[in-house]
T-cell receptor
């Protein structure tokens, strides 16, 4: 199993829509989790950390299910500016490195 | 907001040439990293650096690669003899000493080996 696995998309949604991305992870990437956003040919930028109890930041909600080794990101009321690639990222125990998924491409259209 | 800055933003080099990519981390950062992203692929960890030595490296980081922070400011990645497959975006990153602290990425250096 890949360490962090995502559906590459693309997800094409209209403005105002709600969209959800899923991500699965293996035991080697199972300490901490994050969602990063990456615009084309730019650096990854932290969107939010993912906590076991689930967490929300404005229009963004992240969920973690350790039993199923599954992470999700929900975006409500999509904006044109949300168009980007969303990277699911894990880190493993006793190491400092981040383990990236291949990313899910989101395109929001007017 | 403080930034991690990288130079050059883009470099084209001939196969077999040496390349040095430079990074100026945020001043209070203690942990430094290099990641790379081949076009269309995922971001991959190369190396982490703390207290002036490598703390971890990936299988990608072979003898052709080296890192140093000679003057306490610039953090460099050297590729001794570039190969075509080294063409990628190279990201420098850093964080403070607090466990779980956010890792900040630079804007990247795009390396093209021809």
């Amino acid at each position: 199993r890949k360490e962090v696995e995502q559906d590459p998309g693309p997800f094409n949604v209209p403005e105002g829509a709600t969209v959800a991305f899923n991500c699965t992870y293996s035991n080697s990437a199972s300490q901490s989790f994050f969602w990063y956003r990456q615009d084309c040919r730019k650096e990854p930028k932290l969107l939010m950390s993912v906590y076991s109890s689930g967490n929300e930041d404005g229009r963004f909600t992240a969920q973690l299910n350790r039993a199923s080794q599954y992470i999700s990101l929900l975006i409500r009321d999509s904006k044109l500016s949300d168009s980007a690639t969303y990277l699911c990222v894990g880190s493993s125990y006793n190491t400092d490195k981040l383990i990236f998924g291949t990313g899910t491409r989101l395109q929001v259209f007017p | 907001e403080p930034e991690v800055t990288q130079t050059p933003s883009h470099q084209v080099t001939q196969m077999g040439q040496e390349v040095i990519l430079r990074c100026v981390p945020i001043s209070n950062h203690l942990y430094f990293y290099w990641y790379r992203q081949i076009l269309g692929q995922k971001v991959e960890f190369l190396v982490s650096f703390y207290n002036n030595e490598i703390s971890e490296k990936s299988e990608i980081f072979d003898d052709q690669f080296s890192v140093e922070r000679p003057d306490g400011s610039n953090f460099t990645l050297k590729i001794r003899s570039t190969k075509l497959e080294d063409s990628a975006m190279y990201f420098c990153a850093g964080r403070t000493g607090n466990s779980g602290n956010t890792i900040y990425f630079g804007e990247g250096s795009w390396l093209t080996v021809v």
